[in-house]
């Protein structure tokens, strides 16, 4: 984990909009995030299922589908992305940005050996020989902890445990030495012991290269553990903005304390139950007035009829740096957890 602010960010979002084009008519899914990160520091993006998370990773990778419709800038090192034509997109994507994604099963392909998918990837960006990129990827598959990398780099994907097919998808992610890193979902269905392998492998590898990471992530607890600044979204929108302190010790947006409140906390007194967060999340599009959290915040009563009708944007906390929070109550809610 880096210490935040003291270099300049290589990644830059800026009013990042994503429309998906249905039979039923337009649907927002991302509604003007901004966000960074800069060379060893690691930016965690949380919220529920369907808060914009991972399309707002795709859309920085290029990877949404024909129908989606991408507006804002996406800017690597200054350069704008979005909108680049594919065979230019396609030089910077698994080069300068790599993306470790959450189904490792999926991610490879099954017909072939692992060490000829490292493989190929390195291929995809240097002009070396077969021989050449299979010894790249056997020390890669070494790196990131495959052991007997050299005699394993010839089984397939379904020879292999969820923890060691996630470690080659990393592997695969890392064998171009990529500036940025976003990972999704990393440890999703891995047990505890792995989970923490495999976040310190990221963390191993984030401190040798100086990688900017970008996780995305439910899990709290690895939040905390492992991020610089994090990004709190809800409905497709930013919801609280702030450093990893900011927002476990004095997060400032209902729906963040929500989700603390959910989560086993070995810092504060313990309580007979943990809380949880009445209602379900917005359908994409459903709300177009007032505050996406609105229907399940147990504060609207004392604010009124704006958390109905205006939308609340970002606005920075008072004396806490660049924390920042897109809730009218004007004030920390009471603690909830």
Request: charged letters at 20%.
């Amino acid at each position: 984990m880096a210490e935040p602010g003291l270099t300049a960010p290589i990644l830059e979002v800026h009013d990042l909009h994503v429309t998906f084009t249905t039979e039923g008519g337009p649907v927002p899914a991302v509604d003007g995030i901004d966000f960074a990160v800069a060379p060893g520091e690691t930016l965690a993006i949380v919220g529920e299922s369907g808060s914009g998370k991972s399309v707002s990773s795709a859309a920085v990778m290029g990877l949404l589908p024909s129908n989606a419709q991408v507006t804002g800038e996406v800017l690597l090192d200054g350069r704008e992305l979005n909108g680049l034509p594919g065979d230019e997109l396609r030089k910077i994507r698994g080069n300068d940005i790599a993306m470790v994604f959450q189904d490792a099963l999926s991610a490879l392909n099954p017909y072939y050996t692992v060490g000829w998918q490292v493989a190929e990837a390195y291929r995809l960006h240097h002009d070396v020989s077969k021989k050449k990129a299979h010894e790249r990827a056997i020390e890669l598959l070494d790196k990131v902890g495959i052991p007997d990398a050299s005699r394993r780099a010839d089984s397939y994907p379904h020879e292999f445990s969820g923890g060691m097919r996630q470690r080659v998808v990393i592997a695969m992610a890392l064998v171009n030495d990529p500036r940025v890193l976003i990972a999704d979902e990393p440890t999703t269905a891995l047990d505890v012991t792995v989970q923490a392998q495999i976040m310190r492998l990221l963390d191993d590898v984030q401190a040798e290269f100086g990688t900017a990471l970008i996780l995305i992530s439910h899990d709290l607890g690895v939040v905390a553990e492992v991020a610089d600044d994090v990004l709190v979204m809800y409905a497709g929108r930013a919801a609280e903005r702030g450093t990893v302190r900011d927002i476990f010790f004095r997060a400032a947006h209902p729906y963040t304390l929500g989700l603390l409140g959910a989560m086993p906390r070995v810092d504060v007194p313990p309580k007979p139950r943990l809380t949880t967060i009445p209602g379900t999340p917005p359908t994409p599009g459903s709300i177009t007035t007032g505050c996406p959290f609105q229907p399940r915040c147990a504060y609207t009563h004392r604010v009124g009829e704006r958390c109905i009708t205006e939308r609340p944007e970002l606005t920075p906390r008072p004396g806490q740096g660049d924390h920042e929070a897109a809730c009218h109550l004007g004030r920390r809610p009471e603690v909830l957890l």
